[in-house]
């Protein structure tokens, strides 16, 4: 057998593995996604708690108005050149 040949047959074969690992995937998936969906749903309520906890700290607060204000001194002459120069009816 020629040397190419034999390139593609391993090929082909390594292409037959994963199609039958993926096959043998479809029903674990099938079971999974009800789970996902449950541990996202968990995973966004404790989320939501953390996020609700750090925004009722002050300094937490603080550091994100600081941050907001540092962004908008960025970008907000951009967004005015790009923007409002190019588009002068809004």
């Not at 292409?15 to 079971?31: D, E, H, K, S, Y």
């Amino acid at each position: 057998m020629s040397d190419l040949r034999k390139k593609v047959y391993r090929q082909s074969e390594a292409r037959a593995v994963r199609l039958r690992r993926i096959a043998n995937l479809v029903p674990l998936l099938q079971t999974i996604k009800p789970v996902a969906y449950l541990l996202a749903r968990s995973w966004e309520n404790k989320l939501r708690k953390n996020t609700a906890g750090a925004l009722a700290d002050p300094d937490y607060y603080q550091g994100l108005v600081e941050y907001d204000r540092k962004v908008a001194a960025l970008l907000d002459p951009i967004w005015e050149q790009n923007y409002l120069k190019l588009n002068p009816s809004v």
